[in-house]
């Protein structure tokens, strides 16, 4: 596989941590780089910098002892906001610039920000003039294919990003109409891929080793983006990565090193948002690690219930204790 470049950055590998509000926070960032992602996207910060001394944005803003190079996503439809909120998050020590035209929340989309963007192409090329002009580290964009299936402009707005400077295309092979249902379309990315040379990684279902070299070979793109396939599953990145290589399969981590990977996220999620958000937070991910094993369903409804930090830990030991260890791995 040929090296991928961002600016002066060549990635490890073409494997990249999706950014996803509320999941891509720093302990999350650090364990899939431990465990094999290539590039790691901060989870998406506003571009009103007003807001950066909220409690919310100050965590986002954090990134020291992170692996270079440090990409932070910003999203907003002002291209003199995304601009300053570019300038400041390089101050904070962001290496590369991410702008967001692939999200497709509603939170987001109402105020003409994230995929909702792509409807309006001459806004798209003044935020992403402006922003390039901003700061001296590369930009890259993410969006989807289109505003709907009838309007699939991506290969126009890629155009534009190249036209702009942008150093990288990520496209979700889906269009903001079609929100996160149905299944990823591929055809997308590949016309995009021919129509410019800038980068392009391809994103949308990529949950197996095998899904993410159909995807290379069917679109020709640089890397890949993956999100939900690596929640609770952050060992994606090697698995991938090896098949990627060898074309052989890493055995599934045992349920000794789940435990080990989950009880480390765990302590890194309590010692970063303090007792009371942390074990908050710890919720969702122990659901995510733990939905594939037997009795897990009973066992969240109970842990779900639990208000501190020791005893989420003991209650995880407790429940790998009593798993069937008959060296059964996981999927």
Partial sequence: MSMVRIGPYTLPNPLILAPMAGVTDRPFRQLCRQLGAGLVVSEMVTSDVRLYNSRKSRLRLIHDGEAEPRSVQIAGGDPAMLAEAAQRNVELGAQIIDINMGCPAKKVCNKAAGSALMKDEALVADILDAVVAAVDVPVTLKIRTGWDREHRNGVTIAR????????????????????????????????IKQAVSIPIFANGDIDSPEKARYVLDHTGADALLIGRAAQGRPWIFREIDNYLRTGQHLPAPTLGEVEQILLGHLSELHGFYGPEMGVRIARKHVGWYLSALPGAQDFRAQFNRLQDMDAQHASICAFFAQCPSDGKEVA
């Fill in 160 to 191: 534009i990003a190249e036209q702009a400077g942008i150093a990288a295309l990520s496209v979700h092979g889906r269009t903001r109409a079609d929100l996160y249902t149905g299944t990823a379309e591929y055809d997308t990315i590949a016309e």
